[in-house]
């Protein structure tokens, strides 16, 4: 299995992948935004709009979650912290894959100021926003 460029914020699991997340909800931007430091170790940041009521935000989450990494949504499920920020999300499917798709995507938001990486390993422009940030 490929290595995870922050081991502790997902782990392999029997069926798939367990992933440590810090939900962030109502946020501007929706999207992966990186591993982050909590206090209890590395969790993924996510980012969605919906409110945290009646589980929105959760479903929200497993929705992007299921199409960053190419998976059905009832792929991906909330196992621990639903009323909670912080959340442990299991995601069923062949492990390698998942692992090098999603060590891909965050290893580009560890600091890369380059094209977002797409699921078939293409590349598409950043937006405006991002390339005004970076100083294109």
Excluded: F, H, Y
Excluded at 43 to 65: F, K, S, T
């Amino acid at each position: 299995m490929p290595p995870a460029p922050r081991e502790s914020a997902w782990r392999a699991v029997e069926g798939g992948l367990e992933l440590r997340v810090k939900a962030q909800p109502r946020a501007r931007r929706p999207g992966l935004q990186g591993v982050v430091e909590a206090a209890d170790g590395p969790r993924i940041r996510v980012a969605v709009n919906e409110a945290p009521e009646d589980g929105r935000a959760n479903r929200a989450i497993c929705a992007l979650l299921a199409g960053a990494l190419a998976v059905p949504p009832s792929r991906v499920t909330v196992t621990q912290g639903a009323a909670s920020r912080e959340k442990t999300v299991l995601v069923a499917g062949e492990v390698e894959a998942l692992c090098a798709l999603l060590g891909k995507m965050l290893s580009w938001k560890q600091g890369s100021a380059g094209p977002i990486p797409d699921r078939d390993g293409g590349r598409r422009p950043l937006p405006l926003v991002d390339r005004l940030e970076a100083g294109s």
